[in-house]
């Protein structure tokens, strides 16, 4: 191998919170410990959105939606103009190859600049032959090489490992064990060579074992509507449009206030799993973690980062040329800039009216509705759960940090996007519907 050039292994674990990946909540995570001991590790990267389109599309060409075109699950067009890492590093003479899994197609144009892109079914775990497989293609890899693996274990639906038992909160167990297989995988891996980085696309609410969180998961979802095949779940959005939103009641505002019942320490959501219907921290701070030669052992830094920030970061690290258009910035190049993290929650249904924008900015969440009032101001440094809305009492913040807001949504609504075909559209669908989004 040209050692002027080293081997990238870019991993993202779907739905990975900091939190948990840090182990500040949950079991000891040794993964981690690893990197932020090896190399350097953030605990504050603030995802693109929280859903896992738009985030890797974000991550993937160092810009936010409104410049990758990539606005959400259904919004799926990448932009012409757009330069993503593997384009980066194919240009530089790379071999790229891409193993992925989720919503992220080729109909996204998410494999623009990969020599192979392997799509994984959803059964296809770490704890199937395939990762053993993996292993051995990644031990023989000849350099210089860029790969990037999208597992998936700690998604929604979770697969957990052969070893979890009932003490065991899923989501934790899910991450404890694919964490444990990356281990492995970093056993064939020679750091001296090979540069690793590991994130989180996007965050995660999910079952934390109490029986608070279990009848509320029930009651606003699962419960049979008397007289028609609709369980709650089916009339929510109805009971909102046709009796809360005309008398000026945000739905958020009041979820939120449940949020008051959780009774674990961690933050979480009330009566929902998953993510994509809003941009809590929970859902939209994720880690990053970078090993390997040139990476300066910084340990664990807590300054805000951001999704985008990653392309720069990986190209520098690599000495490889990259775009001059990026929104993101070198994280290892010495002091870092504090930016605006744009945030946005938009579903798996398509319907805009839904949408929510936000900013995480000088140690406030701002949050505001797209073509609706809803407007939420979070103090994270003293409220980090996100649980008391002060917008009506700091109407300097809000006015300063909705002008971020709207411009960042002004430029989307300008944003000439390519159609997305009608055979694309359905094969999205039925794939969402496969992976429990619809």
Known sequence: MDRARPNVLFVCVDALRSDFAFGDYGADKPLFEFLEREGTAFDTMVAAASSTTPCVASYMTGTY??????????????????????????????????????PITEDTDLDAGFDRYDYRERDTTVYTDWFDEYRAELDEAEGPWFRYLHLWEAHVH??????????????????????EKLQRLLEVVDLS?????????????????????????????????PFTDKRTRNVRSDVYDQYLRPRGIETEEWYNSLRRASATEFPNAFH????????????????????????PSGGRVTDQVRSVDIFPTLLDAAGVDRPDEVTGQDLLAGSIDHRPAHVRAVGA????????DGVRYDGWKYVQGRNRELCQLFDLESDPKELDNVADDNPEVVERLRGIVDEHVARERQLETASVSEGAEQRMTSRLEDLGYL
């Not at 249904?349 to 929510?356: F, I, N, P, Q």
Request: aromatic content about 10%; charged content about 25%.
């Open 65 to 102: 939606p409104p410049d990758h075109g990539v606005l959400s699950l259904r919004d799926f067009s990448l932009a012409d103009d757009a330069t993503t890492l593997a384009e980066a590093f194919a240009a530089a003479g790379y071999d790229t190859s891409a193993s992925v899994t989720g």
């Open 272 to 295: 929902r799993i998953g993510h994509g219907y809003h941009v809590y921290d929970f859902l939209t701070r994720v880690p990053f973690a970078v090993v390997g030669p040139g990476v």
């Open 349 to 356: 249904s398509g319907e805009r009216e839904r949408w929510l």
């Open 158 to 179: 979770k697969d957990l490992p052969p070893d979890a038992d009932d003490e065991e909160i899923d989501y934790d167990a899910a991450v404890r064990g694919v964490f």
């Open 193 to 225: 060579e090979t540069i690793v980085a590991v994130t989180g696309d996007h965050g995660e609410a999910f079952r934390d074992g109490t029986w608070r969180h279990s009848a509320s998961i029930i009651g606003f979802n699962q419960v049979p509507i």
